[in-house]
Nanobody, 116 residues
Framework: QVQLVESGGGYVQTGGSTRLSCAAP????????IGWYRRLIGGSQRELIA????????NYEKFVKGRFTISRDNAEDMVYLQMTDLKPEDTGVYYC?????????WGQGTQVIVSS
């Protein structure tokens, strides 16, 4: 079954950086938006961080404030989230999602723990 697979989470110190990766087969991403979500510790819902439109434009939620950058490597079918200046409140599970009019796909998530 074709799916999204995240990697790159782990422990990071406050103020540090890390990059998350999402293996995103073209059969999933073609003509769909694809982006990153997270569910923070103690949170019940996943919140959008950043995404690419089907046209390839990058969009960010306001809380990102320049700390996170979404990118992609179309040749490798990968989508990345570079995170900088991490804070303990960024701790949570980070997910890759692709969606269109008919169907959506979620990865299993990768945990990021920011230690103070």
């Amino acid at each position: 079954q074709v799916q999204l697979v995240e990697s790159g989470g782990g422990y990071v110190q406050t103020g540090g950086s890390t990059r998350l990766s999402c293996a995103a087969p073209r059969s999933i991403t073609d003509k769909r938006e694809i982006g990153w979500y997270r569910r923070l510790i103690g949170g019940s819902q996943r919140e959008l961080i950043a995404y690419f439109t089907s046209a390839g434009d990058a969009n960010y939620e306001k809380f990102v404030k320049g700390r996170f950058t979404i990118s992609r490597d179309n040749a490798e079918d990968m989508v990345y989230l570079q995170m900088t200046d991490l804070k303990p409140e960024d701790t949570g599970v980070y997910y890759c999602r692709a969606w269109g009019y008919v169907r959506e796909y979620w990865g299993q998530g990768t945990q990021v723990i920011v230690s103070s």
